[in-house]
T-cell receptor, first 114, second 111 residues
Framework: GENVEQHPSTLSVQEGDSAVIKCTYS??????FPWYKQELGKRPQLIID?????GEKKDQRIAVTLNKTAKHFSLHITETQPEDSAVYFC?????????????FGKGTHLIIQP | NAGVTQTPKFRVLKTGQSMTLLCAQD?????MYWYRQDPGMGLRLIHY???????AKGEVPDGYNVSRLKKQNFLLGLESAAPSQTSVYFC??????????FGPGTRLTVT
């Protein structure tokens, strides 16, 4: 089955700086890579995703890059703000018709220092 | 349009007791999932369903059973609860594009 590794487990950055979270996956057949943000006591919320036919995707201050050859993908947050503080999860899955369930990384606790 | 809902929100069980968690969705999605979330472990797939009347095992299925008698509902059962099943349980559903939408979660404590 798929295995997803996520680093770092904790990331502390100054407000206004950039944050980068990295994930690797094991199954070369995986073709969908979402990122979720989870605030304390809340449900995971999809913030951005990328499919295997695309190398990069951007949505305002958030971007995701995918390197299929190396089997890794990264989340980039620029101009960080206090409301970016949360736990972020990457995930991977091979979608074929529907979806058999995401494999998640173990999460990164992002702390934005004022 | 409520999306994905879960009942109950919180529950405390004694070891050996049984209970059922209910997930309901009004998105008309075929696929539904149950995950558990433990500190430092991320979310792990327990069971899932690709349509009414079907279920399949995920990564950590032991100690749980599921049923999907109606398309909009996915039930997760614990027949004999154990302290190792203390966790937060999330239900999710997905459309054909793969985007998963999560319910608000159920916090279960087994003493």
């Amino acid at each position: 089955g798929e295995n997803v590794e996520q680093h770092p487990s904790t990331l502390s950055v100054q407000e206004g700086d950039s944050a980068v979270i990295k994930c690797t996956y094991s199954d070369s057949a995986s073709n969908y890579f979402p990122w979720y943000k989870q605030e304390l006591g809340k449900r995971p919320q999809l913030i951005i995703d990328i499919r295997s036919n695309v190398g990069e995707k951007k949505d305002q201050r958030i971007a995701v890059t995918l390197n299929k050859t190396a089997k890794h993908f990264s989340l980039h947050i620029t101009e960080t703000q206090p409301e970016d503080s949360a736990v972020y999860f990457c995930a991977a899955i091979r979608i074929r018709g529907g979806a058999d369930g995401l494999t998640f990384g173990k999460g990164t606790h992002l702390i934005i220092q004022p | 349009n409520a999306g994905v809902t879960q009942t109950p929100k919180f529950r405390v069980l004694k070891t050996g007791q049984s209970m059922t968690l209910l997930c309901a969705q009004d998105m008309n999605h075929e696929y539904m999932y149950w995950y558990r979330q433990d500190p430092g472990m991320g979310l792990r797939l327990i069971h899932y369903s690709v349509g009414e009347g079907t279920t399949a095992k995920g990564e950590v299925p032991d100690g749980y059973n599921v049923s999907r008698l109606k398309k909009q509902n996915f039930l997760l059962g614990l027949e004999s609860a154990a302290p190792s099943q203390t966790s937060v349980y999330f239900c999710a559903t997905t459309g054909m594009g793969g985007e998963q939408y999560f319910g608000p979660g159920t916090r279960l404590t087994v003493t």
